[in-house]
């Protein structure tokens, strides 16, 4: 720990793995902070213990001071589009209508909050604060005009509301195209919607599933409305289909399906356009053309074309002013459909702002250490256990159908935690991740005490202190020989730039306070495309440059309504990229590989996606592109709150296999009531926290007196400043806290909010943001930055060893039809439970009982080690369905009984075998692939007894990598096997095998065959004679993988097999195990060049 130091505090900067774009997203309010001492004294309208208020304030002098505010037509203009109901208040007051006292304590009180909301929060609400899209220069610049735009449109809530009603009406639909819903699919009898968004933005939530009977007409509806086709056209087409049945009940049919959303309209605004409302508008017009429309609808679309007007002259118009135009915008929609919320509007600031390129090499090294630090903890459990289940259920490399995947009946299902729909998939325990974080949670926790104890504010995070946090148990040399984690394509750092005068700034005397972040480059920009004009070029071009996740991945934009019509205002979003992935809302696939609306790309829907996994990762495919997607949500719309599952788990995939996302993160610590800031050079990481302790605080039965007694004991106790910012949530405001006024802010919002916590404000560090001043006199702006970061890499050209994700035109097609083996067929598969300590026990004493004893009719078994999440061993056996009915279950029965009595486990479950055809080799390879499996199960088994009994003098490590090179080269052939073991790509956080490990296997390793140091060693014969008994199932199965020109996952999947019946379920062990056959094989390379 130590006091704060300008610059990196002598610490020499290492290149980073990211780069910061050079377009960036500035956010700030337009109104300048109010210098001190002229904002209104709002302390006697406190509520005192009677609640008529502890000031002596009259109503006059309440209604005065509410006149004053509204005299401010910024002020005023920014509360009306905030909050209707504190707008209708000042209107009364305004008109002289009699309002209740307490009622104006509260409107002056929330007028308060508002004025310092708008002079010091940055993040974009209404015309509080906007946003502009800045970059970098040689010397810094901050220009700051007068000529703010304003980006006005209907709020998404209302428009689908009064959609949806438009689509009740068949006149309306007649000229629309309308497409089956891809989300849809049969259950049973059932057509299943599983998610029904809610318009508008009242409190119904979104339907968790809607079904309607799948009747043949139903289903001939769904076929032929694959691509779009014009209501008008269906309608004729259904009536010649089905003689008698009138044009009226067949539209009818096809309103109702709509309005359960089988059917699709194009009258829903797409996600990506610019203008919601001219869109409606444009079609109703084009409809109206081929047909008179129903009074009530002219009404409604003239009302609507009047509304748009108004509100381009209300955009049009400077801030303060135009108000006219909007009001009685509003006063229309508010008739056409009634709501508290009814525009969006976004405000583009007039600045130009340049920053040094000290800023980006300063953010550029914080996203070095926040990775370094992130990358010590494991990505999101419920998706790790997802990638765990799902390899259980189809294995590695199978490609399963996105929606079969999902599907809760025929599928897995959502992961844990999913809500639309909710699904029944829990979050069970897993056992430690190896590269966990506990080490860092410890220190961390010992950090933020001993900062607590000494009444520190600030951690400096150093080099020294970055190693111990990042390097977590393993030591730095450990770091150091092994690759680090994968990298993320992409991510945004959001943090307040602060400096005293730009001179300052340029001289690169600074400070940057973190403030948020997002997953994905330019998600920060999202929403506010329409808002910047021709520099959203620049945040398009920003997202196409982000690399892809995998060698040859192709990245899509993934659009889809969220579950309420109002959070659209946020999911609208400007088309990004060039492939698009469409789920639940209109989309017309018709025209093939080029986009409906003439651009280039694809836009893909639920049917065209599958997920396949290896034993790192899950990846979803687009099987008809052949390549792998990875889909993007350019956007700061939360998809665990706000998105469909579908939609949810292709935002979330990515995040499979990779470490948790560079952010600052506490973790255990996270519950102390104290933190001190957290500094790595001139970036706060950090900002110093208070938790209040006591209950009462937030108690609403607490009374305004002895809340101020505790309040002034916590803080004394904890050492609290007086200026702090209130944070709940997303709700942020800065207070002083030695103002009454502010501090009954505060209890406000720890009643209403509980959990609230304080946080110094970013400019306790000491640097203000005079940088921002508009002139010498003048006071700086609260400001926030975001920073994309982009990976400066791309990934290799060549696959991952291991991975069965592949690359490009080799990726699988999903297997429509189940290969399935239940008790009765010619396959059985028990599992008998039991420890996981017990199982070499086991497999060297008590399996080769059960074995000697198998039916004749049986020509191959096999067996492996799992956990779901409790031990066992899974036995497969093969043969005559009758054999092993009648003859070889009863006896399965009765050894499990004996290990039972013994106390060894002997739980037996039967279970249905589904092989991992693509996993091996395809459907051609199975036969040869489970002799295979035989053969290394018995050769397994022999080597399982030679340990056993202490006849075979080898550590099981040294004999797991020796067993490596043999099964290779069986495969492969020599040449290609041990190239393949040399160059197979450890994961992160693989540790080295030990020194004397090495020389051994250094020692005795031969690829060529001949194993002559081996035979010499006491059970190496015995060793070899197993081996060579293993031999030709393993030739015969390599001879056909190289036919069927397999590549190398099969031969990957089977060494790890081979460790997992040999060794058991031991990540660490078996990488240690294949770093030790690589080490004695260039060794034993090098030996062979040098003595030739």
């Known amino acids: 720990m130590a006091a704060p130091a300008p610059h990196s505090g002598g610490d020499t900067p290492v290149p980073s793995a990211f780069r910061c774009s050079d377009t960036l997203l500035f956010r700030a309010a337009p109104r300048p902070p109010e210098p001190p001492g002229t904002a209104p004294d709002e302390d006697d309208v406190l509520d005192g213990p ?34 209707p109901s504190l707008s209708r208040t000042l209107d009364a007051v305004l008109a002289g209508e009699p309002v209740r006292v307490k009622q104006l304590r509260r409107a002056v009180r929330a007028l308060a909050r508002y004025r310092l909301r708008m002079s010091g929060r940055a993040t974009p609400f209404g015309t509080m604060a906007g946003v502009a899209a800045i970059g970098f220069d040689e010397a810094p610049k901050a220009g700051w005009g007068e000529r703010h735009r ?52 009242g409190t119904r939530p979104a339907a968790q599933e809607v079904s309607v009977r799948a009747s043949e007409v139903v289903l001939r509806l769904i076929r032929r409305a694959a691509t779009p086709v014009r209501f008008a056209d269906l309608v004729p087409e259904l009536v010649a289909a089905y003689p008698g049945v009138a044009a009226a009940t067949v539209e ?84 056409l459909h009634p709501c508290d919320q009814l525009l969006q509007v976004d405000l583009g600031l007039d600045v130009d702002i340049r920053l040094p390129e000290a800023v980006r090499a300063e953010v550029e090294a914080a996203a070095e250490a926040l990775w370094r630090l992130a990358s010590a903890r494991p990505g999101p459990a419920h998706l790790r256990q997802y990638h765990e289940d799902f390899l259980e259920r189809y294995g590695a490399g199978r490609s399963v159908p996105l929606k079969e995947l999902l599907d809760p009946d025929g599928g897995l299902g959502g992961p844990a935690g999913y809500r639309l729909p909710a699904t029944a998939r829990t979050l069970r325990g897993t056992p430690a991740d190896p590269r966990g974080p506990q080490d860092q949670d410890r220190l961390l926790t010992e950090l933020a005490q001993e900062a607590s104890l000494n009444g520190e504010r600030e951690i400096v995070l150093d080099d020294v202190l970055l190693e111990r946090l990042a390097g977590g148990a393993g ?23 602060l400096a005293a005068t730009p001179e300052a700034l340029a001289d690169g005397d600074f400070r940057l306070a973190v403030t948020g972040g997002a997953r994905t480059a330019g998600a920060h920009a999202g929403r506010f495309g329409f808002v910047l004009g021709a520099d959203d070029a620049r945040v398009t ?52 590989a080029e986009g409906a609306d003439g651009s280039d790309g694809t836009d893909l829907g639920v049917s065209d996606l599958a997920v396949v996994a290896d034993v790192h990762r899950l990846a979803v495919v687009a099987p008809r592109l052949g390549r792998e997607v990875v889909p993007v949500v350019p956007s700061m719309l939360a998809t665990v709150w706000h998105a469909p599952n579908a939609a949810r788990f292709l935002h979330e995939v990515t995040e499979n296999g990779l470490p948790a996302w560079p952010r600052w993160r506490w973790g255990t610590a996270d519950t102390l009531p104290y933190l001190p800031r957290v500094r790595r050079g001139r970036t706060v990481l950090s900002p110093a926290r208070w938790r209040p302790t006591d209950p009462a605080l937030q108690d609403r039965a607490t009374d305004p007196g002895a809340w101020e007694r505790l309040f002034d004991a916590w803080r004394s106790r ?75 890499e791309r990934p290799t050209a060549a696959p991952v060893r291991g991975s069965a994700v592949r690359p490009v035109a080799v990726v699988p097609a999903p297997r429509r039809v189940r290969t399935a083996y239940g ?99 395809g459907a051609a390879a199975a036969a040869a692939a489970e002799r295979a499996f035989h053969a290394d199960s018995v050769a397994c088994l022999e080597q399982a007894a030679l340990l056993e009994r202490r006849e075979l003098a080898l550590d099981r490590t040294v004999l797991t990598a020796l067993g490596y090179v043999d099964l290779a080269c069986r495969i492969a052939g020599t040449t290609e096997g041990v190239r393949h073991l040399i160059d197979r790509t450890a994961p992160p956080g693989a540790a080295e095998p030990g020194r004397a490990a090495k020389d051994l296997a250094r020692e005795l390793v031969d690829p060529a065959g001949g194993w002559r140091h081996l035979r010499t060693l006491p059970g190496g014969p015995e060793l070899l004679a197993c081996w060579e008994r293993r031999a030709p199932a393993l030739a015969a199965y390599g001879t056909l993988l190289r036919e069927l020109g397999a590549g190398p996952g099969p031969l990957d999947a089977l060494l790890h097999m081979h460790h997992n019946r040999l060794t058991g379920i031991d990540r660490p062990a078996e990488e240690r195990s294949f770093a030790l056959a690589a080490v004695a094989l260039r060794s034993r390379l090098d030996r062979t060049r040098a003595e030739a």
């Open 475 to 497: 030591s730095a040399a450990d770091a150091r020989s092994t690759p680090p984690p994968p990298l993320p394509p992409s991510f945004e750092i959001l943090a307040q730039l």
């Open 823 to 921: 008790p009765g067929s010619r396959w059985l598969y028990a599992k008998v439970y039991g420890s996981a300590e017990r199982q070499d026990e086991l497999l060297a004493h008590r399996l080769p009982s059960l074995l000697e004893g198998l039916p004749g009719a049986v020509d191959r078994w096999f067996y492996l080690r799992y956990r779901d999440p409790d031990s066992h061993l899974r036995l497969r056996f093969h043969g005559d369905p009758a054999a092993l009915t009648g003859d070889l279950l009863p006896r399965l029965a009765a050894w499990s009984d004996r290990l039972a009595e013994d106390g060894l486990g002997g739980r037996l479950v039967l279970d249905t075998y589904e092989p991992e055809l693509e996993r091996y080799g």
């Open 718 to 792: 904890w050492r609290v400043p007086d200026r702090v910012e209130s944070v709940s949530g997303d709700n942020r405001i800065a207070l002083d806290l030695r103002r009454p006024f502010h501090r009954g802010l505060l209890r406000d919002e720890w009643l209403r909010r509980p959990g609230g916590v304080l946080q110094e404000l970013p400019t306790s560090c000491g640097y203000g943001t005079g940088w921002l001043a508009e002139g010498p006199q003048g006071a700086g702006r609260v400001n926030e930055i975001a920073f994309p970061l982009v990976r400066r």
């Open 541 to 592: 071009e920003l997202v196409r440059q982000v690399p892809g996740a995998a060698p040859g991945a192709v990245t899509a934009q993934l659009r889809f309504p969220p579950p309420r019509g109002a959070t659209a205002n946020v999911a609208l979003v400007p088309r990004r990229l060039e492939h698009t992935i469409t789920l639940g809302a209109f989309a017309d696939r018709s025209g093939g």
């Open 50 to 83: 009677d609640g008529q208020g502890a000031g002596g304030v009259t109503e006059a002098d309440l209604r005065a001071r509410l006149r004053r505010a509204a005299a401010d037509a910024r002020l005023r203009e920014a509360v009306s589009l905030a909050s």
């Open 150 to 201: 304003k980006a006005v449109r209907p709020d998404m809530g209302w428009l689908t509301e009064v959609v949806a009603r438009l689509e009740r009406e068949p006149a309306v639909l007649r000229p629309l195209r309308v497409t089956a819903n891809d989300l849809c699919f049969v259950r049973g009898d059932r057509l299943v919607v599983p998610y029904l968004p809610a318009p508008g933005a």
């Open 252 to 335: 009818r049919l096809l309103v109702d399906l709509i309005g359960s959303e089988v059917l699709l309209t194009e009258l829903r605004p797409p996600l990506d356009g610019a203008d919601p409302l001219g869109h409606v508008l444009a079609l109703l017009a084009r409809g109206a053309e081929a047909e008179e429309l129903p009074e009530v609808v002219t009404r409604t679309v003239a009302e609507m074309a009047a509304i748009q007007s108004e509100l381009i002259a209300y955009a049009a118009a400077p801030l303060g002013s135009g108000l006219d135009a909007r009001d009685s915008a509003r006063r229309r929609m508010t008739a």
